[in-house]
């Protein structure tokens, strides 16, 4: 079993959608999550660390379940700038700084 | 900012040549990362350090090795290439200092293996 895994999409939702990613977990002693997006071509970028209660950031919402083992994303009043691929990451055996990506959900905003 | 340096951003090697890809960040960062990047996979970890001159193997290590003679700098070492290395290589650091620290990523390179 993949210790990330993520619905590889592709999502492709018109402008103003909400649209949710979720992603699963192996490793039941993970203790840091978070998003990455990463453009077309372009290096993976944090777009936000994920809490056990759940946080937000403007128009995204990430989730954490530790009992299922599953994180999620949800962005609201998608926009064509949203367009992406968004990489779930949770750490690894070795320590909590040791990364581990999901292979990405490929996110196609429309006008 | 963090900025972390590959040295090329496209590579072309033959199967057989001994390659060697650099990174160096400017941060004083104590953890360095080597990530491969393939179409439906997404990023695999192939090996960390987390101080100078120790490594730690990830996922996919075979076929490739490291060196962290300084703390800026990490170097991902294909012995003898082969064509199913061909893949975009990502290098990443971060700080060492606490928990679930965000990666800097440097650009990337498209390493091409004839």
């Known amino acids: 079993r993949k210790e990330v895994e993520q619905d590889p999409g592709p999502f492709n939702v018109p402008e103003g959608a909400t649209v949710a990613f979720n992603c699963t977990y192996s490793?039941?002693?993970?203790?840091?999550f978070f998003w990455y997006r990463q453009d077309c071509r372009k290096e993976p970028k944090l777009l936000m660390s994920?809490?056990?209660s759940g946080n937000e950031d403007g128009r995204f919402t990430a989730q954490l379940n530790r009992a299922s083992q599953y994180i999620s994303l949800l962005i609201r009043d998608s926009k064509l700038s949203d367009s992406a691929t968004y990489l779930c990451?949770?750490?690894?055996?070795?320590?909590?700084?040791?990364?581990?990506f999901g292979a990405g959900t490929r996110l196609t905003v429309k006008p | 900012d963090v900025k972390v340096t590959q040295s090329s951003r496209y590579l072309v090697k033959r199967t057989g040549e001994k390659v060697f890809l650099e990174c160096v960040q400017d941060?004083?960062?104590?953890?360095m990362f080597w990530y491969r990047q393939d179409p439906g996979l997404g990023l695999r970890l192939i090996y960390f350090?987390?101080?100078?001159?120790?490594?730690e193997k990830g996922d996919i290590p075979e076929g490739y090795s490291v060196s962290r003679e300084k703390k800026e700098r990490f170097s991902l070492i294909l012995e003898s290439a082969s064509t199913n290395q061909t893949s975009m290589y990502l290098c990443?650091?971060?700080?060492?200092?606490?928990?679930?620290?965000?990666?800097?990523f440097g650009s990337g390179t498209q390493l091409s293996v004839l």
């Open positions: 990443a650091s971060s700080p060492g200092q606490g928990n679930g620290e965000k990666l800097f």
């Open positions: 490793n039941s002693a993970s203790q840091s």
């Open positions: 994920v809490y056990s």
């Open positions: 990451v949770v750490n690894g055996p070795y320590n909590n700084n040791d990364m581990r």
């Open positions: 941060m004083d960062h104590e953890n």
């Open positions: 350090s987390y101080d100078v001159k120790m490594k």
